[in-house]
Structures are given as C-alpha cells and as structure tokens.
C-alpha cells in the first residue's frame, strides 16, 4: 500500500507520505487466479502476469466491503486473457461495456480499472475486450 493511506483526521502528512502518493504499489500476481483483498485499494496496480488465462474475481461485501468510490488498477502483462469476474455472480454485479459485460477480458499489455459505483456493485473500464 502507498505510503500515507489510510489517513485519519488530525495526521499530519510528512514528505515521504505525500512522495508516495505519486506512484503505485505493485501487487503482483503470477497464478491464475486471484481474489482481490482490501490491500489492493489506493495506489496500488495488481499486475497479472501468468502466461496462461487467469481471472481476478471480485469479493462479496459480506468478505470485504470496499468502500464506494474504490477504484482498482489491473494491468495484464501476462500472455494469456485476463477476465474479471465475481466471487459470487448472483451476489456481486459487474458491468463494462465488453463483450461479456458481467466478465470482461483484458488482453495482454492492456489495463482496466474496477470502480465499486454501489453495494456489491462494480463497473469494469479500460481496455476490456
């Protein structure tokens, strides 16, 4: 997680605290598939960089409620599509304007961001195919 997040009423930011603001975390992930954790929110980039096809699945509210507003960075580096999915389909929505909008793919070199618009509600922006 970037220096300086979270931050709390009355914390004073430091300059190391405010330098880390400009640049991601990496969060790499060379499996197949990976469950996005409340430490992949603020200035973090999740790299998925596994040859084969792999799915990053977004978690219930019930396991992790990220606050609305949430916006996740994922880039595929890996040669094989990435989709993004939900743990649990009837529970959790995704949208994008992909091919298959509840489960958009990420080709390789390309990125997209996961903005969480409402309760176990997510929209799927970027480079989705």
Wanted: glycine share 8%; charged share 5%.
């Amino acid at each position: 997680m970037a220096t300086g997040f979270p931050a709390a009423t009355g914390d004073v930011l430091s300059a190391a605290m405010f330098n880390g603001l400009v640049s991601f975390t990496l969060n790499t992930q060379s499996g197949s598939t990976y469950t996005l954790a409340s430490t992949d929110q603020y200035q973090v980039l999740v790299v998925a960089s596994n040859a084969s096809t792999k799915t990053i699945s977004i978690p219930t509210d019930a396991t992790y409620a990220f606050p609305n507003g949430t916006a996740i960075t994922i880039l595929n580096t890996g040669a094989g599509l990435l989709t993004v999915n939900a743990v649990t389909s009837g529970t959790t929505t995704i949208t994008s304007a992909g091919a298959t909008s509840a489960a958009p793919t990420v080709a390789q070199y390309k990125s997209c961001v996961a903005i969480k618009i409402s309760t176990n509600a997510w929209t799927i922006v970027g480079g989705i195919a």
